[in-house]
């Protein structure tokens, strides 16, 4: 009995097709994006290296290289968080980005350093503030009254009148009294020029302090030379050390 060629050829491709049906492992990797980025640090704006950046939620992970550039591969296509981690600075987990197959998704970051207490340490030293003296028409909002959920920008969003938030992920910005000029940050003491280009979850806030209008800045000009600012959001997460309102000093 003879085959026709065309049964021949189907029979002949058939075991190529049982092998492109068992080996996900080329199809995976079509279907696969990537995150890439730089981290830098968010006062110095230079890179920072050894910075763990992990997929939430999964095993991926790389480290930033000396210029502070990283890349994790084999990420699967949806949306997905990304942390980046590192001793000495404030971690910041995203907000969800959108991967896509066989493309790379840019996700940036600007790490806040922190200050760690060093237990065994006595300062003998006289602090030239004991006492945290709130400014005039300032509203301060302890832990019970933020949100505890998401960023700490997007919680405050109507809980002070004439103060709004604008912008998304690493772009959040408060616009105070609709003011063109942007707000000044002080993180745990630590003067940041806007925009707040890093997450600060509100479950790890103790205290926000707002100061609206120009002259709330004067304390912070010898950082902010030669710039206005339209008023000053002040943040303390827990354990932060220094002068805070009497309001939310812990166990008051």
Not at 3 to 11: A, E, K, T, Y
Not at 135 to 153: A, C, F, M, N, Y
């Amino acid at each position: 009995m003879s085959v026709s060629p065309r049964r021949r050829l189907r029979g002949a491709l058939a075991p190529i097709a049982l092998l492109a049906a068992v080996s996900p492992i080329g199809i995976a990797a079509q279907n696969t994006g990537s995150i890439s980025g730089r981290i830098l640090d968010a006062l110095k704006r230079e890179p920072i290296r050894d910075v763990i950046v992990s997929i939430v939620g999964s095993a991926l992970s790389s480290g930033t290289d000396t210029d502070g550039y990283y890349t994790i591969d084999s990420v699967m296509p949806g949306l997905v968080k990304v942390k980046a981690q590192i001793l000495g600075y404030v971690p910041i987990t995203t907000d969800y980005y959108t991967v896509h197959p066989d493309s790379s998704t840019p996700v940036d970051f600007h790490l806040a350093p922190v200050l760690y207490e060093l237990e065994g340490v006595e300062v003998t030293a006289q602090s030239p503030q004991r006492t945290w003296v709130q400014h005039q028409g300032s509203q301060v909002l302890t832990k019970e009254d933020i949100p505890q959920r998401g960023d700490i920008l997007s919680a405050l969003q109507g809980l002070i009148p004439s103060v709004r938030v604008r912008g998304r992920r690493d772009d959040t910005r408060l616009v105070v009294r609709n003011a063109a000029a942007d707000v000044l940050y002080v993180i745990d003491g630590i003067v940041i020029r806007p925009p707040l280009t890093f997450y600060i979850d509100a479950t790890q806030v103790d205290c926000v302090e707002v100061r609206r209008g120009f002259s709330a800045v004067a304390q912070f000009k010898p950082s902010i030379v030669g710039e206005n600012y339209a008023g000053v959001v002040l943040i303390w997460t827990r354990g932060a050390l220094g002068a805070r309102p009497r309001s939310c000093v812990p166990d008051n």
